[in-house]
């Protein structure tokens, strides 16, 4: 039987009427590049995690809009730098870190709840008459700056020692209808980036550090079976407005260098 005007229609596109293929996730080969040109700050860019999928959407019945693409919320963060018998910085990020959650929004901040908005979706606007074929891929890497300086004294002399960063992420590939919030789950992907090196900042500017490893990072999984989202990886806060930056000295309490957003 046909749809009614007066009657609210049940959307035609389902779980089994979309078609998934050629998922990849990758992390390039590669091992983490450290940057020694400024005095300041020692700099490190993490080899790249890439996903792309292609689909085949079904026709999109009239007044409905569905979005296509991936959503990426962090699971897991330790981000150390130790200045040696002084004490440590590290970033973190307290409700994943005192269990209150179990996953936070990686989105880039305007997308929500989206990792970006340019080749990591594709929007269909109803009605379209044939099935939509498409590209959504995305791609993520660390390049941040660590004081060689303790980030609570006045001095500029360099104490750091060594970082740890060890971060856990689940990548979702995702169909979303945008007047309903309704979600199929199309793909999962775990994955997790490590960093640990060493330095000596008894050496001059250019010799301090190197990359105690890993030399290559451990592959995505790309799941057999759907895991769900749960809600805090839908909206705000994100990674990056969620995490403060703590000063962890070896003796007296710890204390907030930059709060969150």
Known sequence: MGCIQSIVCKSRVKRENIVVYDVTATIDHG??????????VLRYKTPYFKASARVVMPPIPRNETWVVGWIQACTHMKFHNTYGDIGMSSWEIPELRDYVVRAI???????????????ETVT????????????????????PSVT????????NA??????TRDQSFTTWLVALNTATREKILLQTVKWQMRVEIAVDPSMPLGSRARLVGPLHQDQPKVLTHMEPIPPNALGKPNANDAQVLMWRPKRGPPLVVIPSK
């Open 31 to 40: 091992p983490t590049i450290i940057e020694e040109n400024s005095p300041i």
């Open 105 to 119: 929004s990686d989105s880039d901040g305007v997308s929500y709840p989206w990792y970006g908005n340019t080749t």
């Open 124 to 143: 269909l606007s109803g009605p379209t008459s044939k099935p939509s074929r498409f590209t959504v891929s995305m791609n993520d890497n660390f390049y």
């Open 148 to 155: 060689w300086a303790v980030p609570v004294s006045e001095s």
């Open 158 to 163: 360099p104490r750091l020692t060594y970082i």
